[in-house]
């Protein structure tokens, strides 16, 4: 199987590489963010509503150059901060997170690939995100014990090397050209490979049914004598053996997008209190919005949303400066905890305000036609992506205990 290089797009398939912009600064990639969002926002209700996945504001955000912009300086980057990175995830996904969950994954591997990869691996690898190339997630396996419990198999055979497995909350495989996934080699080993989403042998099947985040196409990936170019095969053992904050960096981008959530369910909130509900006979008023025990309420969630994002910034500023020095064990633990302690008032503040809305708004809030309840229910589906119970754990351990967190990507 030869290998494929960015500048061929010949990846086995009919799908577009739209030619990607490279953005240079972090105000630019904010405006970028803040377009895709406008963009996106136009038929938001309409895609959770009918589960028409989001094509044209993905395409959008590649083509925008927000794909590319953590890739290192040295390989042709713009390497923009992780402050940066979290506000772009934060701005899209006040409008649509689902939109916001499909390049999360893209990202995390991008950040595994820097601890991983060779640097043959990393100039091709790069340059096709440079070009326009999405990385979609193989992953975790369908049946087994945990995450980390991996059943799909690499194997040396007279054809080539080949991945048979299934795999299910494949998260922005259907939208992509790389196509990653874990399995075991056969030397017991764990590994990375990356397969153009079209490969013969790569099925991806469109049968996610989450009652949130629905057009994430989330689904299964089936894997049936699938050629990995042994050009393609990273190994994973690095990512257990030294200190690195991958982990920390996908669980940033998830803090980021649960914050999105709880800004846009509290917008809309506000929105229709002022507009659209009555008041309560008992209030005394003539506007809902005069209504004491709401106005309270906002004030309060307004204060739980202002902190839940200021440690999602300080958690960024953590990362960027743990970036920017040889990472140690200490360092990176800090970093994961920083990040969990965000992630926690992320969680909270995403469940709170996507749940108030309808308490504030009455009855009417419930009615189809107003969409209202897409805010809840992504919320509590992105929020159950890792226990929050075990982030207080984490951090409670290191607090009191100085005992570092697990290293895998869920802390």
Not at 135 to 157: A, V
Not at 218 to 228: D, M, P, R
Not at 369 to 386: M, S
């Given at each position: 199987?030869?290998?494929?290089?960015p500048?061929?797009n010949?990846?086995?398939n009919?799908?577009?590489v739209f030619p990607a912009?490279?953005?240079t600064?972090?105000r630019?990639?904010?405006?970028?963010?803040?377009?895709?969002?406008k963009f996106?926002?136009e038929?938001?209700?309409?895609r959770?509503?009918?589960r028409?996945?989001p094509h044209a504001?993905?395409?959008l955000f590649t083509h925008?150059?927000?794909g590319s912009?953590?890739?290192p300086?040295?390989?042709?980057?713009?390497q923009?901060s992780f402050?940066?990175?979290?506000?772009?995830?934060?701005?899209?996904?006040?409008?649509?997170?689902a939109l916001?969950?499909?390049?999360?994954n893209h990202?995390?591997?991008?950040?595994?690939?820097?601890?991983?990869?060779?640097?043959?691996?990393?100039?091709?690898l790069?340059?096709s995100?440079?070009?326009?190339w999405r990385i979609?997630?193989?992953g975790p396996e369908?049946g087994?014990k945990?995450?980390?419990?991996?059943?799909?198999?690499?194997?040396?055979?007279?054809?080539?090397?080949?991945l048979?497995g299934e795999?299910?909350y494949?998260?922005g495989?259907?939208f992509?050209?790389?196509?990653?996934?874990?399995?075991?080699d056969?030397n017991q080993?764990?590994?990375?490979t990356f397969?153009p989403?079209h490969t013969?042998g790569l099925?991806?099947?469109d049968?996610?049914?989450?009652?949130g985040?629905?057009t994430t196409a989330?689904?299964?990936?089936?894997l049936?004598?699938a050629?990995v170019?042994p050009?393609?095969?990273?190994a994973l053992a690095p990512?257990?053996?030294?200190?690195n904050?991958q982990?920390?960096v996908?669980?940033?981008?998830?803090?980021a997008?649960d914050a999105?959530i709880?800004?846009?369910?509290?917008?809309?909130a506000k929105s229709?209190v002022r507009?659209?509900?009555r008041?309560?006979i008992?209030?005394?008023?003539?506007?809902?919005?005069d209504?004491?025990?709401?106005?309270a309420?906002?004030?309060?969630?307004?204060i739980?949303?202002n902190a839940?994002?200021?440690?999602?910034?300080r958690?960024?500023?953590i990362?960027?400066q743990?970036?920017?020095?040889?990472?140690?064990a200490?360092s990176?633990?800090y970093a994961?905890i920083a990040?969990?302690?965000a992630?926690?008032?992320t969680?909270d503040?995403?469940?709170a305000?996507?749940?108030?809305?309808?308490?504030?708004?009455?009855?009417?809030s419930t009615?189809?036609e107003?969409g209202?309840?897409?805010h809840w229910r992504?919320?509590?589906t992105?929020t159950?992506?890792?226990?929050?119970?075990?982030?207080f754990?984490?951090i409670?351990q290191?607090?009191l205990n100085?005992?570092f967190?697990a290293?895998?990507?869920?802390?």
């Amino acid at each position: 199987m030869p290998v494929l290089t960015p500048d061929e797009n010949k990846y086995q398939n009919n799908s577009a590489v739209f030619p990607a912009k490279i953005i240079t600064t972090e105000r630019e990639a904010i405006e970028a963010a803040k377009q895709v969002a406008k963009f996106a926002a136009e038929e938001a209700q309409h895609r959770d509503q009918q589960r028409v996945l989001p094509h044209a504001a993905l395409d959008l955000f590649t083509h925008s150059g927000l794909g590319s912009i953590t890739i290192p300086k040295v390989f042709g980057g713009p390497q923009l901060s992780f402050a940066t990175v979290a506000e772009v995830f934060r701005i899209i996904s006040a409008v649509d997170p689902a939109l916001g969950q499909i390049p999360q994954n893209h990202f995390g591997i991008l950040q595994l690939l820097s601890i991983t990869a060779t640097e043959d691996q990393l100039k091709r690898l790069y340059g096709s995100v440079l070009a326009g190339w999405r990385i979609g997630n193989g992953g975790p396996e369908r049946g087994t014990k945990d995450t980390l419990d991996m059943r799909t198999r690499l194997t040396k055979t007279a054809a080539g090397l080949v991945l048979n497995g299934e795999k299910f909350y494949s998260t922005g495989a259907l939208f992509a050209h790389w196509v990653a996934i874990k399995a075991i080699d056969d030397n017991q080993q764990p590994v990375i490979t990356f397969i153009p989403k079209h490969t013969e042998g790569l099925h991806i099947v469109d049968d996610w049914s989450g009652m949130g985040q629905r057009t994430t196409a989330s689904g299964t990936i089936k894997l049936h004598n699938a050629l990995v170019a042994p050009e393609n095969v990273i190994a994973l053992a690095p990512i257990s053996q030294q200190p690195n904050i991958q982990g920390a960096v996908s669980q940033l981008i998830q803090a980021a997008i649960d914050a999105g959530i709880a800004h846009g369910a509290l917008e809309e909130a506000k929105s229709f209190v002022r507009e659209r509900s009555r008041p309560w006979i008992d209030a005394n008023v003539e506007r809902n919005s005069d209504d004491l025990y709401i106005i309270a309420d906002v004030g309060r969630l307004t204060i739980e949303l202002n902190a839940a994002n200021a440690l999602l910034k300080r958690a960024a500023s953590i990362l960027d400066q743990t970036q920017a020095a040889p990472i140690t064990a200490e360092s990176a633990a800090y970093a994961s905890i920083a990040v969990a302690e965000a992630k926690v008032l992320t969680t909270d503040i995403a469940l709170a305000a996507s749940e108030k809305l309808f308490e504030w708004a009455g009855s009417r809030s419930t009615l189809a036609e107003f969409g209202l309840d897409r805010h809840w229910r992504n919320a509590r589906t992105h929020t159950l992506h890792d226990p929050v119970r075990w982030k207080f754990h984490a951090i409670g351990q290191y607090r009191l205990n100085g005992i570092f967190p697990a290293r895998h990507s869920w802390i």
